[in-house]
């Protein structure tokens, strides 16, 4: 059995990174968009843990624990205000939403 | 106390702790008023920002009386320096003014609510951090604590379609963007093993020049930077989330929340990326002639008063790249004064957009200006004060950060830039200037007369007076900008 190093668990957070930067570019529900970003947010608490359980140093799980804290606030406010919007305008769609353009 | 906080910890976020008391207290007062007497809150939330004030005051006067200049607590996580205290002010400067606006404002938008101040206050608190952080968590935290503070205060208006779009944008690019942020932060963190930024600064030191990892975490810390401050090419949210969002809150969120997103990057860029200014510096001179171009060109074709100052904001955000882009004691200095300019003007010049609403007018088109100085002279030639400074015409303010700014390219051989700088000021004149016009050459629509609030008469005159003062008279501010110089450049 190969063991599992600091390296493939980084790969794991791009992987994840990138995944969740493409949602954010290409989805069109602004809840999925939402989503998206908290894989973002995941894919940085990867890359933070197993940096700090390489380094041995807690402040890296510390920040993680930060960071989880701040996603949820995020998604707290994110659907408060994504409920609001939909209340005076039916739609989720990002292309919708397209009260104000230049 | 005991090995994990002393004294010194306590007194450096006395005002911080202050804000954070007043804001829970109005919302705590803010249950037992009616709603003829909500502006209590507004009051409220002022006296805490005095109190703040106070606080930072004898602070200040008690390092320049001991001669220190940085105070450190939480074992070096806040740094309490001349640059956290310049940015400070301006923050609280801020935080009043858009206070002062948004009484009236709100009570017409029948949006008049105690929160509104609370979580202007809690925004003043991470902005306040923001600047003081050395840590990576501290800085991280501080920094969402100020956007989603933001993010609510755009979607005020609940009822509003447009402050509900302006919000909803503003989160999702904003939330994209601090993710962006945080991914390059972790890297950080890997590559040295600590969160404290001048541990990191080392450690980068340490690495060889060119180092791949080294350039994503440059990479992904720009360009969550970059969205925070509205340079281009992360610049689409701001228009749209300045032009949605309530008046009184779009002066405080071009003003405040920029000044610290940027004293943040210039931390970012100075201290832990220092070492690797070779790297980042071509980047940073595409991406400021980009927001220059872009800001200024944007804007002349705009019919809203508020999506033309969203892109001049733009373009100001490129004029202060440049500054660190020279990177000197000039740079620095140009940095610090023209924030606290631009304080003064932007938020006067959205301070008349407030005036002019009216219950059955939303007076942000530019038609809506058609003959305001036959309306309403005063209001005309404040206007048009802020408007000259936003330009930068001696003998206003404005013209003072772009010196500084410009002389600085110039004293590191950046010549190009600088004219290609100053070709641009003139394209801002001449989009500045269609308001002007407007202002002062159509006739009239209507003749009903502007009413001033005692708040609005308030930062009105402060924001005209100072805007008019540092131009005559701006020794004092020059040295009291350049004294914050020397701790942010190691």
Not at chain 1, 20 to 41: C, D
Not at chain 2, 7 to 28: A, S, Y
Not at chain 2, 257 to 283: H, I, Q, T
Not at chain 2, 477 to 488: N, P, W
Request: net charge negative; charged share 10%.
């Amino acid at each position: 059995m190969p063991e599992i190093t600091t390296a493939h668990y980084v790969m794991l957070s791009a992987a994840l990174f990138s995944i969740g930067t493409i949602g954010v570019l290409t989805r069109r529900n602004v809840v999925i968009i939402l989503m998206s970003i908290e894989l973002i947010l995941n894919a940085v608490n990867i890359n933070l843990v197993a940096f700090s359980n390489q380094l041995m140093n807690m402040s890296g799980q510390a920040f993680a624990v930060f960071v989880i804290v701040d996603a949820a606030a995020e998604a707290a406010v994110g659907l408060g205000i994504i409920i609001a919007l939909f209340r005076n305008k039916e739609t989720v769609n990002a292309d919708e939403i397209d009260l104000m353009k230049w | 106390m005991n090995e994990y906080f002393s004294p010194i910890d306590f007194l450096v976020l006395k005002p911080v702790i202050l804000l954070t008391l007043f804001g829970i207290g109005v919302m705590l007062t803010d249950l037992f008023l009616d709603q003829q007497h909500k502006y209590m809150n507004a009051v409220t939330a002022l006296v805490g920002l005095a109190f703040a004030a106070v606080q930072l005051w004898l602070i200040q006067s008690e390092m320049a009386a001991q001669g220190v200049a940085q105070i450190e607590a939480f074992r070096g996580a806040v740094v309490l320096d001349r640059f956290a205290i310049y940015f400070s002010w301006i923050f609280l400067i801020s935080s009043a003014i858009a206070i002062l606006i948004a009484i009236r404002y709100l009570e017409i938008e029948q949006e008049h609510h105690g929160e509104h101040y609370a979580i202007m206050l809690f925004a003043a608190v991470g902005m306040m951090v923001l600047v003081m952080g050395m840590d990576l968590v501290t800085l991280f935290i501080a920094l969402e604590l100020m956007v989603l503070s933001v993010y609510i205060l755009t979607g005020f208006l609940r009822r509003d379609r447009r402050s509900n779009e302006a919000a909803l944008k503003y989160l999702l690019l904003g939330a994209f963007s601090s993710g962006i942020l945080a991914y390059g932060m972790s890297l950080l963190y890997g590559m040295s093993g600590s969160t404290n930024l001048n541990v990191i600064a080392d450690s980068l030191a340490a690495r060889p020049a060119g180092d791949p990892l080294v350039l994503i975490a440059i990479t992904a810390i720009a360009a969550g930077l970059f969205f925070k401050v509205g340079a281009v090419p992360f610049h689409q949210w701001l228009p749209d989330a300045y032009e949605g969002a309530p008046t009184s809150v779009t002066a405080f969120m071009s003003v405040g929340p920029k000044a610290a997103s940027f004293a943040f990057l210039l931390r970012m860029f100075l201290v832990p990326l220092g070492s690797a200014r070779e790297e980042w510096l071509p980047l940073l001179v595409g991406v400021s002639i980009a927001t220059m171009t872009l800001g200024n060109l944007a804007a002349i074709s705009q019919s809203n008063v508020k999506r033309l100052l969203a892109y001049s904001a733009i373009s100001h955000a490129g004029y202060l790249l440049l500054g660190l882009v020279s990177g000197n004691e000039t740079g620095m200095k140009g940095i610090a004064i023209y924030f606290l300019v631009y304080t003064f003007m932007n938020m006067g010049a959205f301070a008349v957009i407030v005036a002019l609403r009216r219950r059955d007018l939303i007076g942000d088109e530019i038609d809506d200006m058609a003959g305001l100085m036959y309306k309403c002279p005063t209001a005309a030639v404040l206007m048009l004060i802020f408007l000259l400074s936003l330009a930068g015409i001696p003998p206003t303010a404005g013209f003072l950060g772009k010196y500084f700014i410009f002389l600085s390219l110039i004293e590191t051989g950046h010549i190009t830039l600088a004219v290609i700088a100053v070709l641009y000021v003139a394209v801002a004149l001449y989009y500045y200037f269609r308001i002007v016009a407007v202002m002062f050459m159509r006739e009239p629509v209507d003749q009903e007369k502007l009413s001033f609030s005692p708040g609005i008469r308030i930062a009105l005159g402060v924001t005209a007076a100072m805007t008019i003062l540092i131009g005559l008279y701006p020794e004092p501010f020059i040295q009291f900008a350049g004294s914050t110089v020397l701790s942010i450049l190691r």
